[in-house]
């Protein structure tokens, strides 16, 4: 669905992409993850053709980029900060009119804005909605359109827990039709729930990348056995045959309420393999 061979993409002189290798299945959530500043919107205009780039291939629905007619962009959604919303018109106008671009049949807008849960606020102007009203009106946008490919930039970044968990089920939804993702986030765990694949960003070059729970076993070094006890004590174990014997030990004498084995998150990940962490901003690193 999406093939890049050695992108590489600079803005005066300053190196932004560095040789980017993407290969995208069809019906998956890719995830690019990294901090502020690491070059995941870059790479978004490139994939969508909306910037040109220095070196390198990039195919998109089977096609050079550089070729993609107007019916093959009518297939791309594309998420993007405050992108296409025209903030004086209501929820029902702004997407009558994107229906209209789209040649989308008038009848899918209430059904997209129930979807999307903003029916009741179908005739407020889009200035008044809050942020996460806002965030669920761009998604019905490319919802709309039922895409068979969607970018999404960062498309729950400031948003509170509740509507988060909502777009991220509508995100499912749109794979569960056979949608193909593609999703930047720094949000390690929006990338855990959501992505079959990630890669790892970090100025401007993929670190590392692989299904999220490959990923962080694949970095599990140090293997802990956490063990609270019915006392209310909390023991943290080495993940090693030593331990065996305290483990049974308390077992047997019924100790034992939670037993659980630590695995790294994707955030520990990334700070291995950068020393940064994905909250961070470009100027921000650590050593
Ligand atoms: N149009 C542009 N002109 C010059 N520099 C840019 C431009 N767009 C992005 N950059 C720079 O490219 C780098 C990557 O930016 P961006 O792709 O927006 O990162 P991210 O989306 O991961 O936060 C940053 O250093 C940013 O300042
Ligand atoms: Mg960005």
């Not at 695995?263 to 962490?277: A, D, K």
């Amino acid at each position: 669905m999406i093939r890049a061979n050695s992108i590489c993409k600079s803005f005066a002189g300053k190196q932004v992409l560095s040789g980017i290798d993407l290969d995208i299945k069809p019906g998956t959530i890719f995830g690019l993850l990294g901090p502020s500043g690491a070059g995941k919107t870059t790479l978004i205009k490139i994939l969508t053709g909306q910037l040109g780039f220095d070196s390198g291939d990039v195919r998109v629905l089977g096609k050079d980029v550089r070729t993609l007619t107007g019916t093959d962009k009518k297939q791309i959604g594309i998420m993007m900060d405050n992108h296409g919303i025209y903030e004086r018109m209501s929820c029902v106008d702004n997407l009558k009119i994107f229906a209209d671009i789209y040649q989308v049949g008038q009848s899918k807008v209430m059904t997209t804005l129930t979807q999307v849960g903003l029916a009741d606020s179908a005739k407020k102007p889009a200035m008044k909605l809050s942020k996460g009203m806002r965030a669920r009106l761009q998604l019905a946008r490319v919802l709309m359109i039922s895409p068979k490919l969607l970018f999404l930039d960062e498309p729950t970044s400031g948003l509170d827990p509740m509507t988060m968990k909502y777009i991220h089920k509508l995100i499912l939804d749109c794979k569960a039709s056979g949608c193909t993702i593609f999703l930047t986030t720094h949000n390690m765990e929006e990338a855990s729930v959501l992505c079959d694949e990630v890669a790892l960003l970090n100025e401007g070059k993929i670190v590392d990348r692989g299904a999220p729970e490959d990923l962080c076993r694949r970095y599990n070094h140090q293997k802990t056995i956490n063990i609270h006890l019915k006392s209310g004590e909390d023991i943290e174990l080495p993940h090693s045959e030593k331990s065996a014997g305290e483990i049974m030990s308390l077992m047997t004498q019924g100790k034992i309420e939670t037993i659980h084995s630590s695995e790294p998150t994707l955030e520990t990940v990334f700070i291995e393999l950068t020393g940064r962490r994905l909250e961070d901003s470009e100027e921000v690193k650590y050593a």
